[in-house]
């Protein structure tokens, strides 16, 4: 999965005419599906617009807008750092090098990524508070009684925040840079060597220039999992912009206000990548699957060893490990939940949801991204990168941009068949699931997208080209050709909006049926009556279920890189 | 077009099918939409089903059921609103999505200061917004919420966000009583007493007084009894144990108390079914289980409190119009920007 989301990818191939008939066939479906992906987006672009510049700006702006500013900066920041160094680091260390638990931690390394991160904060904060093991034994062993003798971290800080999202965020950053270790990385090194080079030379002069791509493409997706986040910053009582976005809309009524906050970031976080992309467009790495000739791992002296164990060892025992502590303490104390069949139901429906918008992206994507190589209009890239931006809005917000057009498309079709047939339909997508299952491809679509188009890329456009000498039209080289050859890019996008989808929860909350619970929603009910503890069970499940496809999706991209 | 076109398309479609399944079955003789937790409440709409026959169905959404109701228009299945705060009757009844209950029952049964003018929303429950004070190192048994921003709680208090709707309705309050210039003194002073920067929720107040980071913090009542009872965690117990309830108030001798409430929403296309519901959630019977159960104060005249909530003290619930409360929630919010109150103590 050498790019999770290469929209950011820059078009280096020339344009060519479009070949009239078949062509414009493809243009038209990917470009149809691209619109519906991009709908949310625009009917918050027409919110936002609709009662022109809000009252709400002077007052943010004279108030908490430049603090929260500030505030969402450095946790960016923050967040884009520590990400990058644990996930470059992680990534060199179990591609490049032989030491003990390394097979464990390739695969342990991305668990993090099944933790929600309202979760993580919460299980953190539990862990590390004044009532929890280490503050306790803290106490116990020096004798304190109060909060007061005594100094310790606050993990409800800036600081803490960008720790407990980093932790279950590297993964995205793991995962993309592996990728590119191991398909090239080793035989580069190699390479790197025999002209004199360290391993530390060779990683700094060969291999992060060459991973810097899959660095940002990595760390895109975890900034923007960071800009759309509300349930860890708001429990950690950090006031981010989006925090803003929300107490403008829910305190103040003021919607439009709200959107329009939603959209300036998003704007801020287009322009980031696009300078990224600015800044390296005169570079380029190719990615060819070459020739597979195996590359070795370097064996390492015990004591540097020891250090490569214990730097895999941290992440994981800091995203994975204190949230199945906490959660299995208190699901623990509360195993009759587990005999609640509404409990069960909610599994069935978060693994349908996950599933049906997995499959859904994952055919939205391949459409898409199949009609872009096919016509390679600008227009259409550019609309497809757009809907790909879904996942940088905070969840509620945009839910509301997937309800109003299908609410409306809902009431016109049921207003159109009692006009003329007499027939009512009432709302036929709006509250139903497949809104929610709509809501999670719009979020996620960055995921589904950036894995079909990096699978894409792997396949040479000569393929296409030998099979249409051969007379097959474009329908039948995908089938016959191109499917089959994409099959672990299919995979790892459906695999990796899985996941996300089985996470997703702000989404949901608002579309959702008649007592219709997912895990998530299990889990938020709790937590909004202060009593996270009751939904721990709830929150173990939705940590399991991710961790399938997790461990499916580490196997899948082993087996492509060897 | 061709074969993988066509598996493609069958994908998405089925994908799309898959989806709809669950949505099926639904609606049912009163459909619900609540910002209210279903565990709260099932315990009375199962009662009404008992009594009545009639099934319920609901969905709890707590940020954006407005928009939703309208977004979904003349089509929409919600009968019947339920929330937790006076701020989110007020927010429906200004989006339009409710419609007015005259002639009936719980017009009779809801005291008129906890119904909107225009009898689009009721109370059914209050819960005081109190103080938790230190067992151990808060001597006295009386307060008013003036006295929270006084010097003498420097460096004591603790909150959550100033931003929640709690929070937000209690300063809407204040100025209600005494105007916003007052109140923005007053919520500048609250902030430059608070010990931490406001996070977590009501019950990480009572839990940082156990630990010795504050003396005294606000909080909702009911936490407290959900505190004292909580058997799973019996560590909660402790920290209901290490506080005490003050009820403060404002000068005239009373004390704020947020509500949770009902309205009929729109286009509720089983409108006598609704108000049925809606009569029923005002009765005898239905305010019993909230106070027994939630630890709320029943809103219907003459209903005892649990025996729990009364060991807080005589609870002297404010008498102000709440819709006069709710109206001031964009200034209340606007003050707490900004005094930076979220930004936590300055000095």
Redesign the interface.
């Given at each position: 999965m050498s790019a999770t989301a290469s929209f950011l990818k820059p078009d280096l191939k020339p344009r060519r005419r479009l070949r009239r008939g078949v062509d414009l066939?493809w243009l038209l479906?990917a470009g149809l599906v691209a619109l519906l992906t991009v709908m949310p987006i625009l009917s918050l672009v027409v919110i936002a617009v609709s009662s022109g510049p809000s009252e709400s700006w002077s007052?943010?702006l004279?108030?908490?807008l430049p603090?929260a500013t500030r505030v969402t900066i450095l946790l960016m920041i923050g967040v884009a750092i520590t990400t990058g160094i644990v996930g470059v680091v992680t990534a060199w260390l179990t591609a490049s090098f032989e030491f003990p638990g390394r097979r464990f931690f390739s695969w342990a390394l991305v668990l993090p990524l099944a933790v929600p991160t309202y979760i993580a904060a919460y299980c953190v904060t539990e862990f590390l508070?004044?009532?929890g093991p280490v503050q306790t034994a803290i106490r116990d062993v020096f004798g304190f009684?109060?909060?007061?003798d005594y100094w310790f971290p606050?993990i409800?800080?800036l600081p803490g925040a960008v720790l407990i999202l980093s932790s279950v965020l590297y993964p995205y950053v793991f995962l993309t840079v592996r990728m590119v270790f191991l398909m090239q990385g080793r035989r580069a090194a190699d390479v790197a060597r025999t002209l004199g080079a360290g391993p530390l030379g060779a990683f700094l002069k060969v291999l992060l220039p060459m991973a810097r791509p899959a660095i940002a493409v990595g760390v895109a997706l975890a900034l923007m999992e960071t800009v759309n986040d509300i349930g860890a910053v708001?429990?950690?009582?950090v006031?981010t912009l989006t925090?803003s976005v929300?107490?403008t809309?829910?305190?103040?009524?003021d919607?439009a206000g709200a959107t329009q906050l939603a959209l300036a970031m998003l704007v801020v976080i287009v322009g980031l990548v696009l300078l990224e992309r600015m800044a390296r467009r005169e570079q380029r790495y190719t990615l060819s699957r070459g020739d597979k000739a195996e590359a070795s791992r370097l064996p390492l002296r015990p004591a540097q060893a020891g250090l490569a164990s214990l730097a895999c060892f941290l992440p994981v025992a800091f995203g994975f490990g204190i949230p199945a502590y906490i959660l299995g303490d208190?699901a623990s104390?509360?195993l009759s939940q587990f005999q609640n069949p509404a409990l069960w139901d909610a599994v069935g429906?978060t693994a349908?949801?996950a599933?049906?918008?997995g499959?859904?992206t994952v055919?939205?994507a391949?459409?898409m991204s199949y009609g872009v190589r096919l016509t390679r209009s600008g227009r259409l890239t550019a609309l497809v990168r757009l809907g790909a931006l879904g996942y940088a809005v905070p969840g509620?917000v945009l839910?509301?941009g997937v309800?109003?057009p299908l609410?409306?498309f809902?009431?016109a079709l049921?207003a159109f068949l009692r006009a003329h047939f007499g027939v009512s339909t009432?709302?036929l997508l709006?509250?139903?699931?497949?809104a929610?299952?709509y809501a999670c491809c719009v979020r996620f679509m960055a995921m589904g997208y950036g894995a079909m188009e990096s699978g894409f890329s792997k396949l040479s456009p000569n393929l296409d080209h030998a099979a249409r000498t051969l007379g097959h039209?474009p329908?039948?080289i995908?089938?016959s050709v191109l499917?089959p050859l994409m099959r672990p890019a299919i995979l790892t996008g459906f695999m990796l909006v899985f996941v996300d989808s089985v996470k997703e929860l702000?989404a949901t909350?608002?579309?959702?049926?008649?007592?219709?619970e997912t895990l998530a929603?299990f889990v938020y009910?709790s937590a909004?009556?202060?009593?996270f503890?009751?939904g721990a069970v709830a929150a173990l499940l939705i940590v399991l279920i991710g961790i399938l496809p997790v461990i499916a999706l580490t196997r899948t991209i082993l087996k492509q890189a060897a | 077009m061709t074969r993988t076109t066509i598996s493609a398309a069958t994908i998405l479609a089925a994908g799309g099918l898959a989806a709809f399944s669950p949505a099926i079955a639904s609606a049912a003789d009163v459909n619900i939409y609540t910002s209210r937790q279903p565990e709260l409440i099932q315990p009375v709409l199962d009662a009404f089903t008992e009594e009545t026959g009639l099934s319920t169905a609901t969905i709890f959404i707590d940020k954006g059921l407005e928009q939703r109701i309208s977004a979904e228009g003349a089509n929409s299945p919600a009968d019947v609103i339920m929330t937790v705060d006076v701020g989110a009757l007020d927010a429906a009844k200004q989006a339009g999505v409710t419609q007015a209950v005259t002639g009936e029952e719980i017009n009779e049964l809801i005291p008129a200061e906890f119904q909107d003018a225009d009898h689009q929303w009721f109370g059914l429950t209050a819960r005081g917004r109190v103080v938790y004070a230190s067992k151990d190192r808060v001597d006295t048994d009386q307060i008013s919420y003036k006295d929270l921003a006084s010097d003498e709680w420097k460096g004591r208090l603790c909150t959550r966000s100033g931003q929640h709707q709690y929070n937000v309705a209690l300063i809407a309050a204040y100025i209600e009583h005494y105007g916003e210039d007052a109140a923005r003194e007053w919520v500048t002073g609250l902030r430059d007493n608070l010990a931490r920067r406001p996070e977590g929720g009501d019950r990480d107040q009572a839990k940082a007084i156990f630990a010795g980071e504050c003396d005294i913090a606000l909080g909702n009542t009911y936490y407290v009894g959900k505190m004292a009872t909580n058997e799973e965690e019996p560590e909660q117990k402790e920290w209901a144990n290490a506080i005490k309830v003050i009820m403060p108030t404002f000068d005239n001798g009373k004390t704020h108390a947020n509500i949770s409430g009902v309205a009929l929403a729109k286009n509720a296309p089983n409108r006598e079914n609704a108000v049925k519901l809606m009569n029923f959630l005002a009765s005898d019977e239905a305010q019993r289980i909230y106070a027994e159960i939630n630890f709320e104060y029943p809103l219907e005249q003459g209903i005892p409190t649990s025996d729990l909530v009364k060991s807080f003290g005589d609870f002297q619930m404010d008498d102000i119009s709440l819709s006069d409360v709710a109206s001031h929630r964009g200034e209340a919010s606007r003050i707490v920007d900004e005094v930076s109150y979220d930004g936590g103590p300055q000095s």
């Open positions: 066939r479906v007052h943010l004279s108030t908490v603090d508070h004044f009532t009684t109060s909060r007061r606050e409800r800080s708001e429990f950690l009582g006031r925090f929300y107490s809309w829910l305190n103040r009524g919607l208190y104390r509360r429906n349908l949801v599933s049906a918008a499959l859904v055919a939205a391949f459409l509620t839910a509301i309800l109003i609410a409306a809902d009431n049921d009432g709302l709006s509250g139903s699931g497949a929610i299952v039209g329908g039948r995908l089938g499917l702000s909350i608002l579309l959702r049926p008649f007592d219709f929603t009910t909004s009556r202060s009593a503890d009751d | -």
